[in-house]
């Protein structure tokens, strides 16, 4: 793996006005992974991406609008369902969304004639990540400002609702046993759920604040990395509630943590966006400086594709894609 310094991103997508969340589908629905989706003020668009790394027929990256969704207030979150797939009839696309007026809004479409929104109100305050139930996609949760994590069904019920110590950073859903959740809080403290119980089952503590966003690492889940202050921070469950690795990565307070979906050794983190431009960096578990460097104008949102060690991030008018050298 070569070192590589500050660099422009390897492709970008024209798109309008500013995007604040984008996220690839994270799920291995039939031809469903190049799934691709971005929010801004007013829509959601949703199409595919082909990238030259998979298709010598592409050159660079080809972006093909399936269905522009009107939103009508700024997208904060999204999350896809494990339900979306492209390669039977009728197609399904389903993803939720956390808006800013603190509304998860639920999207389903057969991108023809079927088209629902169902609204899902209860948080009183931001909401600042939500996820999918990976395995049936039947349920969502949310963490909010509001010191809660809440469980919604795909009919728009609250289902459960626990306190948090203090505020719902992020929150992820174990890949196989369903009735674990991880819920990282403001904090700096991390903890594990027992859906059944209700019950904390673990938790860690990075030591430091704000943590502002966490990952579990799907493909290895001992693995949970964080953004804490300036720092990463990465925790080995099995061997202590204390990081066992951190560094200083952001001057100006780190944003956003996400693991690769290709290898377990990726991860990327963003900085808070600063008067012009958000910083990228992609760091290798083995290596002590980050693989890459980039930004990206007003960035935000930070998102991997599910097989290619490929990463995005929302802009200004544009999308910008990261190929890191493996």
Known sequence: ???????????TVACEGCV???EFNPFESGSSANLLAYGSNQY???????FQEEDTEVKGVEFTTLRIFHHGVRV???AWSPESRLDQLPRIIRFCTAAADRKLRLFTSDLQDRHEVKEMEGHTDNINHLVFEPTEGKQIASVSDDLTCRLWDLEGNQTTSFLLHSPGMSVCWHPEEVFKLMVAEKSGVVRFYDLVTQQAILSLDSGQTPLMSADWCLTNTIKVGAVVGNDWVIWDITCSSYPQESRPSHVDRARL???SRANENLFATTGCPGKISSQLLVHHLGHPQPVTIGSSVVGSGLS???TLPLCVVGGDRKLSFWVTEM
């Open 1 to 11: 793996m070569k070192q590589e310094g500050s660099r422009s991103a390897s492709y």
């Open 257 to 259: 943590f996400r693991w």
């Open 44 to 50: 959601v668009v949703v199409g595919t991406c082909r």
């Open 76 to 78: 904060d979150g999204l």
């Open 304 to 306: 991997w594709h599910r």
């Open 20 to 22: 604040y969340v984008v």
